[in-house]
Nanobody, 125 residues
């Protein structure tokens, strides 16, 4: 089995920053996608950012480009989501997910095989 554990969620004022971490027990595929999804109350789950672990390539949703950065520490099998200039609409539960690079479009939920438990982010005005 593969375990993904998110941490770093919390409450922040609009314009502030948070850094989320996702620690993986292992990477299950030869080429892995690690992605961040978020879900606000009453809204659909949406892809926020992704990183191709072996390649280093990153992907971002348009809504967070220029504000969020995803990165990795391969030795720690950990990915990060640095969130800057946070807006109230960024609030929600953030999930880390792992899937195969060959699974298709990075933002497609069905691509991902493993999910973390989620960490909550609150942004106050």
């Amino acid at each position: 089995q593969v375990q993904l554990v998110e941490s770093g969620g919390g409450s922040v004022q609009a314009g502030g920053s948070l850094r989320l971490s996702c620690s993986a027990s292992r990477y299950p595929y030869s080429r892995n996608l690690l992605a961040w999804f978020r879900q606000a109350p009453g809204k659909e789950r949406e892809a926020v950012a992704g990183i191709y672990i072996e390649r280093g390539r990153t992907e971002y949703a348009d809504s967070v480009k220029g504000r969020f950065t995803t990165s990795q520490d391969n030795a720690k099998k950990t990915v990060y989501l640095q969130m800057n200039s946070l807006k109230p609409e960024d609030a929600g539960t953030y999930y880390c997910a792992a899937g195969s690079q060959y699974g298709g479009l990075w933002s497609r939920i069905s691509l991902y095989t493993y999910w973390g438990q989620g960490t909550q982010v609150t942004v106050s005005s």
